[in-house]
């Protein structure tokens, strides 16, 4: 037993773990040293404990949403160039990271060309629910429909149907890359149907409504799902270049009839 180590403090680092309260044994010792030298009382001390347990334990509970939710980026708001995307709706966008939307089980659909942001601000309000206690899955529709797909041959879509039912928000990444069989838009549409009006859906598309018949294989199949996404939904158009198209340009090297009209000049 080391010297600082008493009966007492043995036994509650043992309570503490059986507790499960691995903060409070971390900062035991430290918490209790400052109190001692600021002349806190035992109960100031104990309150400061239970303070810093529950902080760590939101932000571990933060870090468990985060990775449970699938993100294949860490996207914030903060890092979206609104100046280059004009067309987006920076007021909808900070009133809908509020989460709100949520709570009232609507959904958002984000339309415009490939690379003009859609998925950087999904990605960006899936974190934002993720920070507020919500439970949220990213997936891209090509990867949802392989995924269910297999489910099916494998008896097992109940189950994952059940997974997506605990949701609360569920993001549909890239609809519209690339065409559905007539079972995948099934069991899209069983998604989309399932979560109409218990859960969010937030979902990407570079397709116009009109041409969504591509996609999912019938205009039926198609009626039914536009009908369901877009009640009680915020859409976001963004009609401006791609943001990859535009770095691509800023880092292409003068051609040599610039450089030579350049001199010239």
């Given at each position: 037993m080391k010297k600082t180590e008493t009966k007492s403090t043995v036994l509650l680092a043992h309570h503490l773990k059986s507790l499960k309260l691995p903060t409070m044994l971390s900062e035991c010792e430290k918490v209790a040293t400052r109190c001692a030298t600021d002349n806190v009382d035992h109960l100031a001390f104990l309150l400061q404990l239970c303070e810093l347990e529950l902080i760590h334990r939101d932000q571990r509970a933060s870090d468990r949403r985060l990775k449970s939710a699938s993100f294949p980026n860490y996207k914030t708001l903060d890092s979206f160039d609104f100046k280059e995307q004009p067309s987006i709706n920076k007021v909808l966008v900070t009133e809908l990271m509020r989460g709100e939307y949520i709570d009232k089980k609507e959904n958002v659909l984000l339309v415009g060309n490939s690379g003009t942001g859609k998925s950087h601000l999904a990605t960006a309000l899936g974190i934002a629910a993720c920070a507020q206690g919500k439970r949220v899955r990213f997936i891209r529709v090509t990867e949802l429909i392989?995924?269910?797909?297999?489910?099916?041959?494998e008896r097992s879509?109940?189950?994952?149907?059940?997974?997506?039912?605990?949701?609360?928000?569920?993001?549909?990444?890239?609809?519209?890359?690339?065409?559905?069989?007539?079972?995948?838009?099934?069991?899209?549409?069983?998604?989309i149907s399932s979560a109409y009006e218990s859960q969010s859906l937030i979902v990407t598309t570079n397709l116009p409504f009109e041409n969504w018949t591509e996609v999912l294989s019938s205009e039926r199949l198609t009626g039914a799902t536009l009908d369901r996404l877009t009640h009680r939904c915020h859409i976001l158009e963004a009609s401006g270049q791609s943001f990859r198209l535009q770095d691509a340009r800023r880092r292409k090297p003068p051609t040599d009839s610039s450089r030579g009209s350049a001199k010239s000049k």
């Open positions: 392989t995924e269910l797909m297999e489910a099916r041959e879509l109940l189950r994952l149907r059940k997974q997506f039912s605990k949701l609360d928000l569920l993001i549909l990444d890239e609809l519209g890359y690339v065409p559905a069989s007539k079972i995948g838009s099934e069991l899209l549409f069983d998604v």
